[in-house]
């Protein structure tokens, strides 16, 4: 059985956004192509002169759009996406004269914006998301790697298969066998999520904990901000931002199911917008979805007085859900469309909100299964390449969707339900292979077509 080995924490990271396929993961790339030539002899890496990036597929034809130069530069200058300080990245990239340092050992290349090519030449590529890295000494080439964003942060290199991790000692590769696993154990689904953790992360429970609750505090500090922060957003839609407004007419009505709607939308709003700045939010389980679980988590906590460590269970639940259809299927928009990012995420919310709402496990995977079948089918066609529209406002829908999937599978008998989610993440992958590849982050079909003629 080829089984799941995904931590919660690779589910769910910190760092800037919009994009973690055309942000985080290009950052990374770049930092570890930094360490790789780091490792280089020193008597070759006298002979370097310059540092070169090339940008292919999707990254070529939406990264100006997602700041895809920026997150390289940053990379490339060895900065972390953890704590990435959002004043420092920001200009990275806008002036065409600026110098960067790239440090490679000891030895210093200096490299501009303009060493990053967006080549948009069609062609046959390994992966949507491909780049590559080349450390020259004049014409000749001293080291060049390839590397592939394959969605929600994750990188791979050409040749590289994923980081092997320890075997989870209750392994399970789909619901299904997840579920399974549960029967023949008799335990529950945190307890099975949080015995396996301990062995993928090699963390003990407290440091587990710890990082939960670093995730979810990073959440939180987005929904926040986002909540305080009146501004239009960066780039030329000139887009304004509306969590503040909602945020402020909430506040005028009293409690009720439209305020309740109000809330659920205004937060999800924030962290999106939060996004869309380009500053500091959680993968959850992509940058561009990133405002659904942490909307969903403020409102849990902030209305419904749901516990720190039911949460913490949550964001268990929802990272196991993520990390099966990651397994079997993706979560990248430019693999198969929005259904990957806005549809997943909304369905790892919906398990969620069901666990933390009390409902056993076929409650919950049924919640899971609805949230993502009413996704199928969802391109991604962002206006200008920017993470801004139809990006943030189906965040807002994602998170309202997610609950309603909760309600709708906690109403009926979970044994009468027709479909189950290893059926529906099925569908998934096969819709997203049978989409035409221009409603895949590519912003060459749909409303990022259809605007520009209205
Ligand atoms: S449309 Fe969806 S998949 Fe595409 S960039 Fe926006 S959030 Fe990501």
Redesign the pocket.
């Known amino acids: 059985m080829n089984v799941i080995a995904t931590s919660v924490f690779d589910i769910f990271k910190i760092g800037p956004g919009p994009?973690s396929s055309h942000t985080l993961g290009p950052m990374k790339a770049a930092g570890r192509f930094r360490q790789a030539c780091a490792g280089l002899k020193k008597a070759a890496l006298e002979k370097a002169t310059a540092v070169e990036v090339s940008l292919y597929g999707s990254l070529a034809t939406t990264g100006k759009g997602h700041g895809t130069d920026r997150s390289v530069i940053a990379g490339l200058l060895g900065w972390d996406p953890e704590t990435v300080d959002p004043d420092a990245f920001d200009p990275l990239g806008t002036d065409p004269k600026a110098v960067y340092t790239f440090c490679a050992g000891k030895k210093e290349i200096p490299f501009r914006a303009g060493d990053i090519h967006f080549d948009t030449t069609p062609g046959n590529l390994p992966h949507p998301n491909t780049m590559v890295f080349r450390l020259k000494a004049g014409e000749g080439i001293l080291l060049e790697q390839e590397y592939y964003s394959v969605g929600g942060g994750f990188i791979l290199c050409r040749g590289e298969a994923e980081h092997p991790r320890p075997i989870p000692p209750i392994p399970y590769a789909s619901m299904h066998q997840l579920r399974a696993q549960m029967d023949r154990l008799n335990i529950g689904l945190v307890e099975l999520l949080r015995r396996n953790e301990a062995v993928v992360s090699g963390l003990d429970a407290e440091r587990t904990d710890k990082g939960l609750d670093a995730i979810i505090d990073a959440m939180v500090s987005a929904v926040e901000r986002g909540l305080a922060t009146d501004a239009i957003l960066p780039g030329p839609i000139g887009l304004a931002r509306k969590a503040p407004v909602l945020l402020r007419r909430a506040q005028t009505i009293p409690d009720s199911p439209e305020r309740f709607v109000i809330l659920l939308n205004t937060y999800a709003l924030a962290a999106s917008e939060e996004n869309a700045a380009g500053h500091r939010v959680v993968t959850a389980p992509?940058s561009?979805?990133s405002g659904i679980i942490p909307g969903i988590i403020y409102f849990a906590a902030k209305h419904l007085g749901i516990s720190r460590e039911l949460i913490r269970e949550g964001l268990l639940v929802a990272g196991a859900v993520g990390g099966i259809t990651r397994h079997n299927a993706s979560i990248s928009?430019a693999e198969v469309?929005?259904q990957g990012?806005?549809g997943v995420a909304s369905a790892m919310a919906a398990a969620m909100i069901a666990h933390i709402r009390g409902c056993g496990m076929a409650v919950i995977e049924n919640a899971a299964e609805i949230a993502l079948e009413h996704h199928l089918g969802l391109t991604?066609?962002?206006i200008g390449g920017y993470?801004q529209i139809?990006?943030i406002e189906?965040n807002a829908v994602g998170a309202v969707h997610a609950y309603n999937a909760y309600l709708l599978a906690s109403a009926g008998d979970p044994a009468r339900q027709k479909i189950d989610f290893d059926a529906v993440v099925e569908a998934m992958l096969e819709t997203g292979r049978d989409m035409s590849e221009r409603y895949k982050?590519t912003a060459r079909a749909g409303l990022a077509v259809c605007s520009i003629r209205c």
């Open positions: 994009s992509t561009g979805s928009g469309g929005c990012e806005v991604c066609d962002p993470v139809p990006c189906r982050e």
